[in-house]
């Protein structure tokens, strides 16, 4: 973890170093030729499509897009097309992902995935998602027009999944799910508010889904040497302690519940407060029920010995909790409401102490809706369990950027970012199908799921680590990001993970001895 004395070593870093390097480095990186069109590629082509992406949108005034939406549907031809543009061989599956591939040398080598996710959360931010797909094709393209493309080692496939946010059907992962064999055939019949399911969300987009053809989607395990996936961090860590960087080790477990809780529907005017059975008032004492139990887990679960000492205190370090959505019935001023339906999303680091937080709440808000002489039904709409991330992976990408910040600061203690991810990631579902590994890119003031998310642009660093590929291309993976962070953490204000993925696919293209991870 990052200690306040090292955040106070790299803020005081980063006014002391002097920035002359970074500046000259960035200027003649930036005059043209082969330096130039990369700059081009991958700072403002990729901003480019990010904001060009960010504007597919079901909604006026924001961005909503969900699953198979016309908005979806629009952003993945968008997608694919700027795959074929980076040389890609294109298609869309039956979960309506769109996959880009290029094949290696060796055409039966195992593939290196790379992903995140198309569809947004409602009034989203255009980085979530989009930057791991864009970063990607970008990377991709670079290689095309440096004639590297077609000499990769092993094939390289960039998947856009079309769920991850499972705001339409309050089901994650439909996409990558599908491509690890994980998802149910029952998935297919689950319905979105309006009563249109899964199954035909997709047919209506001419996608002749079948539970066979379900089946067809899970990737051999055979066929894949692992999963990548570039994502904005979506907290406040990586600015804080001013690297635009983070390897993440692990991510959290996630619970969805669907409560619906039913009373008595009347006048409110007429009937008095003690004969009422009233479904928003119980709602809003399961609420804060939750609130309580998920900010001191440990006077809700430790007393009868459902959980040893650490699951409570991991418990304590990561429980987080949130009800995002409610809707009652019939919802108007003068009505005491029928019934009233709320979501929560539970999360935790430990999928034991979440299990237990989730009896010891639902045990008692039963309680209190029995109390109030209502109906409370909860229903499990989602569940992943925590994932750890491929040590191998990140202890590569943790060396070396340690290796970076030995080299800022001429010290060997130093430590980079390594964190554990609150939000989910279509890594989740891909760990069930190969080894993980991610990158955080520093987002700012943490602010993610909301429009003012942003990732500033990067004009100096894609360029700079393009540059010093070309000529270390036989140097090994820790000099090179050592070189980039140092340019980076000189110049505060940019952010990009091109480069973390160019590094990873000019690995692909050295010899076979050099770049053996497993
Ligand atoms: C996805 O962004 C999630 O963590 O809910
Ligand atoms: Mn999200
Ligand atoms: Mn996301």
Not at 94 to 99: K, R
Not at 502 to 512: F, G, I, S
Request: with cysteine; charged share 20%.
């Amino acid at each position: 973890m990052i200690t306040p004395l090292r955040f106070l070593q790299l803020c005081v870093l980063s006014i002391v170093l002097p920035t002359t390097s970074a500046t000259t480095a960035s200027a003649s990186m930036l005059s043209g030729g082969e330096d130039g069109l990369h700059a081009e590629i991958l700072r403002d082509e990729a901003v480019a499509r990010l904001n060009q992406l960010g504007k597919v949108s079901d909604a006026d005034g924001y961005l909503e897009r969900t699953f198979m939406s016309p908005a979806s549907v629009r952003a993945a031809s968008l997608i694919r097309a700027w795959m074929e543009d980076a040389g890609l061989t294109t298609w869309v599956d039956y979960m309506g992902n769109v996959h880009g591939r290029v094949e290696g040398l060796n055409a039966s080598a195992e593939a290196l995935l790379i992903g995140s996710h198309l569809d947004t959360v409602v009034d989203a931010g255009i980085f979530d998602g989009s930057l791991g797909i864009i970063s990607a094709i970008s990377a991709l393209k670079v290689l095309k027009s440096n004639g590297t493309l077609t000499n990769l080692i092993r094939p390289v496939e960039v998947i856009a999944f079309s769920d991850e946010e499972g705001v339409r059907f309050q089901s994650t992962f439909l996409g990558s799910a599908a491509v690890a064999g994980i998802l149910p055939v029952s998935a297919l019949q689950i319905s979105d508010k309006s009563g249109v399911n899964v199954q035909d969300a997709l047919r209506e987009n001419s996608i002749a889904i079948t539970e066979e053809n379900l089946f067809r989607l899970k990737y051999d395990p055979q066929s894949v040497w692992g999963y990548i996936e570039v994502h904005i961090e979506q907290g406040p860590v990586l600015e804080w302690v001013g690297f635009p960087l983070g390897v993440v080790k692990g991510i959290a477990g996630q619970t969805r519940l669907k409560i619906t809780v039913r009373g008595t529907q009347g006048h409110a005017g007429t009937v008095p407060m003690s004969l009422r059975q009233d479904p928003m008032a119980a709602s809003a004492e399961l609420i804060i029920l939750l609130e309580s139990l998920c900010k001191s887990p440990k006077d809700f679960l430790s007393y009868d010995g459902h959980c040893n000492d650490s699951t409570v205190e991991s418990l304590s370090n990561s429980l987080v909790c949130t009800v995002g959505e409610i809707s009652t019935w019939p919802s108007a001023s003068n009505v005491i409401p029928g019934q009233v339906t709320f979501t929560v999303d539970l999360r935790a680091m430990d999928d034991m102490g979440r299990e237990a937080a989730l009896y010891e709440l639902s045990n008692r808000m039963y309680e209190i809706c029995e109390r109030r002489s209502v109906s409370c039904i909860i229903e499990r709409k989602h569940d992943a369990n925590a994932v750890i991330s491929d040590s191998e992976l990140t202890s590569e990408l943790k060396f070396a950027a340690n290796a970076a910040l030995k080299r800022i600061t001429g010290e060997i203690q130093d430590e980079v970012p390594v964190l554990m991810s609150g939000a989910g990631h279509d890594a989740m579902a891909m760990s069930h199908l190969t080894k993980v590994g991610m990158l955080f890119v520093r987002c700012r003031g943490g602010v993610s799921h909301s429009p003012a998310e942003h990732v500033l642009d990067d004009d100096v660093w894609a360029a700079g680590i393009l540059s010093q590929e070309q000529g270390k291309s036989t140097e090994d993976l820790a000099h090179v990001l050592a070189e980039l962070a140092k340019s980076h953490s000189l110049d505060d204000k940019y952010c990009s993970p091109f480069a973390e993925l160019l590094l990873w696919l000019k690995n692909l293209t050295r010899e076979e001895e050099m770049i053996e991870l497993q």
